[in-house]
């Protein structure tokens, strides 16, 4: 893995030189800090402000993709024009564009039980969240005390088995987050895949370049969807089991990402 700003220049100028660029971004961990409760990251003003500017400028195209709902997200963005892949692309939703996946729904009656379960085995441990975000369930344990994330783990593990025995859901993990999501063959390179569709059917061009910034595992199948040419960042430092090559450390540096591409494709724009 390589610091991408070690190797700016010639990254710079294939960003400079490319027909058309799509910035895709991952939420909490990338372009927002993780924080100690999932609903209290929002971007940044000034975040805002330049992904704003830079769905604004001509030939670039920009995309959120995470694990929340889409609501939650959008509601977390609030920008206009770009696009916002929810619940690991299963919803999405941009410009000319609507999507929700046929199979989506299907596993909502098993989410709704496997919540209650939880909820009832995990009630009285400190720092449990059972987050519902319709089409996917997040069991969060940052709040909870080291010592007793295993045995929280194992509930779930318990709670969950037999959905996972007759293919009702699949579960994912994230940083300190396990999710039960459809047993459905759709990720977050799904959802870039779709939107890497819609902007070459809008720009009547194939010849896009895209970057994908992420910060979990759930990213390694955005960043395993780009193609050799594409840019795929793992953002939390060098990582040695990621699919990404380039890396950059924290949420900091994306936004003097964000600042850097500003200012070549508006150089270019003019
Ligand atoms: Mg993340």
């Given at each position: 893995m390589i610091h991408l700003f070690r190797v700016w220049n010639r990254c710079a100028a294939r960003i400079r030189r490319a027909g058309q660029i799509a910035l895709l971004f991952d939420f909490d961990g990338t372009l927002s800090p993780i924080a100690s409760r999932p609903d209290l990251p929002r971007l940044s003003s000034s975040n805002r402000k330049m992904l704003q500017a830079l769905a604004q400028t001509n030939r670039v195209a920009v995309g959120v993709v995470s694990g929340r709902g889409l609501r939650d997200l959008r509601g977390r963005v609030q920008l206009r024009g770009i696009y916002y892949a929810g619940n690991h692309g299963l919803e999405l939703e941009g410009p000319r564009v609507r999507f929700l996946h046929?199979?989506?729904?299907?596993a909502r009656a098993d989410l709704v039980r496997i919540a209650r379960e939880l909820r009832k085995r995990l009630k009285?441990?400190?720092?449990v969240l059972v987050e519902d975000k319709t089409l996917s369930l997040s069991l969060h344990?940052?709040?909870?005390s080291r010592a007793r994330r295993a045995h929280v783990r194992g509930l779930f593990a318990r709670t969950v088995k037999p959905y996972l025995k007759r293919g009702a859901i699949r579960v994912t993990r994230g940083k300190l987050v396990v999710e039960v999501r459809p047993?459905?063959?759709?990720?977050k390179g799904s959802a870039v895949k779709l939107i890497r569709r819609q902007i070459q059917r809008d720009w009547s061009s194939r010849n896009i370049l895209l970057c994908y910034l992420g910060d979990d595992e759930t990213d390694e199948a955005a960043f395993r969807a780009?193609?050799?040419?594409?840019f795929a960042i793992f953002v939390g430092?060098?990582?040695?089991?990621?699919?990404?090559?380039y890396y950059l450390r924290d949420p900091g540096e994306v936004e003097d990402f964000l600042t850097r591409v500003r200012s070549l494709r508006k150089a270019r724009a003019a």
């Open positions: 046929p199979g989506a729904a299907a009285g441990v400190s720092g344990l940052r709040r909870v047993a459905v063959n759709w990720d780009l193609g050799v040419h594409d430092g060098r990582k040695r089991t990621s699919a990404a090559v």
